[in-house]
């Protein structure tokens, strides 16, 4: 097993390669990253045009993975994603085709365009990593992400997702809008051809999921376990909040600081981490009350609130040493 020390420069050389491509926005391609090497899902959520498909793009080329992109629309059925039992005459057998969900990174691009019954197609692969389509049972290739996108400014033929569906994406991000020497830097890079043509493998597959079971081992005293399920239980008691974050946001959190302490070369997580990482991976699993909406209260400044109540950890960790 390498050192913490080579697995954060293992994962610098891809966010750095990344960076070529999505200029001036480091914190949420760092972000994209602890979901990869955490085994998990990715919704980006801003306005067109800013890179969200070209970010999913060069995070497939950077690691060696195969990639399929799938274009919700209105009209897109179930079977456009998971695949399709075909009747084949020569053998008198049904013959699978499988769908684009069969790929190791998978965008799902206006995620939120696709009927209820369409983004239903994507729970079981997003919580199991496998599908079933005629009563077959099939496993979805290892590592397995969804990387999906949505326009949060146009209603008109969109479906908010469920919540069951927005608790499966590990982390929310956005991009934003660049800055003006950024947006600069877009325009002389993009002057004669794409910048995403220049991107080179990283790493191999095999790879990234020898990281993503390295991972796991990073130490995370009590303490530091405690501050995550306060902060979670505290999203269940707040008079703002309709719906808290599950267990399962609570394990996001977990394991993003696991990453996050992982790329920044220590063996152990500390309070920052989780102070870091809350507001990307709880933000969007947490449903205000409408009397909170009405008055312009969001999910995030309630977690900023939180984050300023709950009692960090004090005193040194213990037992975290860099290996």
Request: hydrophobic share 40%.
């Amino acid at each position: 097993m390498q050192s913490v020390q080579d697995l954060a420069t293992a994962v610098q050389r891809v966010i750095n390669n990344v960076e070529k491509v999505i200029v001036g926005k480091a914190e949420s391609v760092a972000f994209s990253l602890i979901a990869v090497i955490c085994n998990g899902h990715v919704l980006i959520e801003d306005v067109p045009g800013v890179g969200k498909t070209v970010l999913t793009k060069a995070i497939a080329k950077s690691i060696g993975c195969s990639f399929k992109r799938i274009q919700f629309t209105p009209d897109l059925l179930p079977s456009d994603v998971t695949g399709v039992s075909v009747y084949n005459q020569k053998t008198g057998n049904f013959e699978f085709r499988a769908g684009p969900i069969l790929s190791q990174i998978v965008l799902a691009d206006e995620i939120n365009r696709a009927t209820p019954k369409t983004q239903s197609a994507l729970l079981e692969a997003m919580e199991e990593t496998q599908i079933t389509v005629d009563g077959v049972t099939y496993s979805l290739p290892t590592p397995f992400m969804v990387m999906a996108t949505q326009n949060p400014i146009e209603y008109e033929g969109t479906f908010p997702l469920p919540e069951a569906q927005l608790d499966r994406f590990m982390m929310n991000i956005t991009l934003g809008y660049p800055k003006t020497q950024d947006e600069m830097n877009i325009l002389d890079t993009h002057q004669f051809h794409h910048p995403l043509e220049d991107i080179e493998q990283i790493m191999r597959a095999e790879e990234l999921v020898r990281i993503q079971q390295q991972v796991r081992s990073i130490h995370v005293d009590p303490s530091i376990r405690e501050y995550i399920v306060s902060i979670a239980g505290a999203t269940r008691t707040h008079g703002n909040i309709y719906l808290g974050a599950s267990p399962r946001g609570s394990l996001a959190l977990f394991r993003a600081s696991q990453a996050l302490a992982a790329i920044r070369g220590r063996g152990y997580v500390i309070p920052d981490d989780v102070k870091l990482l809350a507001k990307a991976t709880l933000a969007h699993r947490l449903i205000v009350t409408p009397a909170a909406r009405v008055r312009g209260i969001t999910s995030a400044a309630i977690l900023d609130e939180i984050l300023q109540t709950v009692p960090v950890p004090g005193g040194t960790v213990v037992g975290g040493k860099g290996r």
